[in-house]
């Protein structure tokens, strides 16, 4: 390696002494060679892009059987087509594209994964254990396919491992699933993309619990062991609810600001807010009884009354001893006579009755709680409008703070607007001014306006060159002695090109300086007084 790194480095060096050495005509034939080239191979590169253009992609990312499957057909309807991402990938030509694509659905290709189709066709004799085998494949068709959907998915394949059954319960194997997921280049299921699967796999199988899923992508990393806990999902709840914190205290801050903006003007003012808020959730009842004034309110009353006469007589051998002694009886008649009166009375009465149900969304402010602090240029002329002393200033921010944000200091909560909202006036530091930037000769040229005129005179000259290029052929073709040799030698002086751009005004002053230098070199003293004699002049 190190070999021919020093190989192209003395490659390189070689080409630099060569170019040196070469003047103003060789490197301008050897860079329109080199351009030429260049343009050529750009025309073919072109010319490919447009060839390979006309196929189109048929199917992509197949499986190899379906892949194979395709490339069968097409070969035996003589189709056209090419093979790319490892024979995943079936491009034809474009005006073949969509009539292929009916041929292979009559012909059901691409098959993919298969689902419930498979129960479509039964065979003779077929057993309850081969109905239970094609089940379990339709299922495990059906979840990969829908599995595939995801976006980021480029493959899946499911493996389901469902028991038999038992009379006893204690005596069932679990059920098990395993899936292999190929994601596309570049991307990554995120945890809840693998729990969204793991959900979906075991609510689709019976009896399959979301621990008994495992998920492993194409290279082998283990997706479902890396999902968050109870406490990733406490810590996910605790992110939104500062995200809900900081995004309240964002729109007062931003409400407060802009007051003070236009009252001190721009940056004059800085506010910060800090709010608590309240996440539980929480429920009030209330009940309130209230009584009648014109008197108690009798929800209901019961009445009975009952009265009635009795009258009959009593055969019975009455115990004692007027009866059971012979020698002293009694005469009874055996008649009597009795009456009876009976009432019952039940009233209920009913107070009246409110009940109150208050229900606390989460997110609600503490008033109490909520502070701002208040920033204000000492040093800024606007803070006349608002009072004479600082505490007039500071009382007359607070109140426009208050008004802002909702706070009343004699409302339901207990708030005092001095404890509550900071204000403090202090000088604000000034950021001191970048030294000027020191230009290059480079900067300089690009942000002169002469810029554009060097560039039109680089233009000139280009074209001076293709100019003299095609008299020197022409003259090269007249003699007989065009060779490459004989043009690449001719040298061409760089001043006769910028003579031929320059303005009459501007070559006799280019003449007149040529002559005074002729003189500074023959004689300088006779050019030391001849510039004697021309500043006596300018003093005078």
Avoid: C
């Avoid at 050495?21 to 073919?44: F, P, R, S, W, Y």
């Avoid at 339709?138 to 028991?163: C, F, M, S």
């Avoid at 009465?349 to 701002?372: A, C, H, I, M, Q």
Wanted: net charge negative; hydrophobic share 35%.
């Amino acid at each position: 390696m190190e070999s021919l790194f020093n190989n192209l480095r003395l490659f390189g060096q070689r080409i630099q002494q060569m170019w040196t050495k070469m003047n103003l005509n060789q490197k301008v034939l050897t860079g329109g060679a080199i351009l030429l080239v260049v343009l050529v191979i750009a025309v073919l590169l072109s010319r490919g892009a447009g060839e390979s253009s006309k196929y189109e992609i048929l199917y992509a990312e197949l499986s190899d059987r379906d892949a194979a499957d395709i490339v069968a057909k097409l070969e035996e309807e003589k189709i056209l087509y090419r093979l790319e991402d490892n024979g995943n990938t079936i491009l034809v030509p474009s005006k073949d594209k969509y009539d292929t694509r009916l041929k292979l659905v009559a012909e059901n290709l691409p098959r993919g994964k298969e689902g419930f189709e498979l129960f479509r066709e039964s065979s003779f004799g077929e057993t309850q254990t081969d109905k239970k085998v094609k089940y379990q494949e339709a299922l495990q068709g059906e979840l990969a396919r829908t599995i595939q959907a995801i976006d980021k998915v480029k493959a899946a394949n499911v493996i389901l491992a469902l028991p038999e059954e038992t009379l006893f319960s204690d005596q069932e194997t679990p059920t098990k699933a395993s899936v292999v997921i190929r994601t596309r280049d570049g991307e990554t299921l995120t945890p809840k993309e693998v729990q969204g699967i793991i959900n979906l796999i075991s609510n689709s199988v019976e009896k399959l619990t979301p621990e008994n899923v495992v998920i492993v992508d194409q290279y082998g990393t283990l997706l479902s062991d890396n999902l968050p806990s109870e406490l990733g999902a406490q810590t996910e709840v605790v992110a939104a609810q500062m995200a809900m914190k900081r995004a309240y205290e964002k729109e007062k801050e931003s409400a407060i600001q802009t007051m003070l903006d236009k009252t001190l003007g721009a940056d004059n003012a800085v506010v910060r807010v800090n709010a608590e808020l309240d996440f539980n959730e929480r429920e009030q009842v209330d009940e309130k009884y209230t009584h009648d004034d014109k008197g108690p309110f009798v929800r209901s009353e019961e009445i009975i009354k009952e009265s009635g006469t009795d009258t009959g007589g009593n055969n019975a051998a009455v115990p004692g001893t007027d009866n059971n002694i012979p020698q002293y009886d009694q005469v009874d008649d055996g008649t009597g006579t009795s009456s009876y009166d009976k009432s019952s009375k039940t009233r209920n009465y009913e107070l009246n009755k409110t009940e109150t149900v208050t229900k606390y969304s989460k997110g609600d402010v503490n008033y109490d709680r909520l502070t701002v602090s208040v920033l204000v240029n000492q040093s800024s002329s606007e803070q006349e409008s608002l009072g004479d002393t600082e505490d007039e200033k500071a009382d007359k921010i607070r109140s426009i703070v208050a008004g802002a944000i909702g706070l009343r200091e004699n409302g339901l909560n207990d708030i005092n607007l001095q404890d509550s909202i900071s204000v403090a006036f202090i000088d604000f530091y000034t950021q001191p001014e970048p030294e000027p930037v020191k230009y290059s000769i480079f900067n300089r040229a690009f942000d002169s306006g002469l810029t554009p005129w060097i560039l039109l005179a680089v233009a000139l000259v280009a074209i001076i060159l293709i100019a003299r290029r095609r008299e020197g052929l022409q003259l090269a073709g007249q003699t007989g002695d065009g060779s490459f040799d004989t043009l690449v030698e001719e040298e061409i002086r760089l001043e006769d090109l910028i003579e031929k751009a320059l303005t009459p005004e501007e070559k006799e002053k280019q003449r007149i300086r040529q002559e005074v230098d002729k003189l500074i070199e023959d004689n300088p003293e006779n050019a030391a007084q001849v510039l004697k004699v021309w500043l006596a002049d300018e003093s005078r």
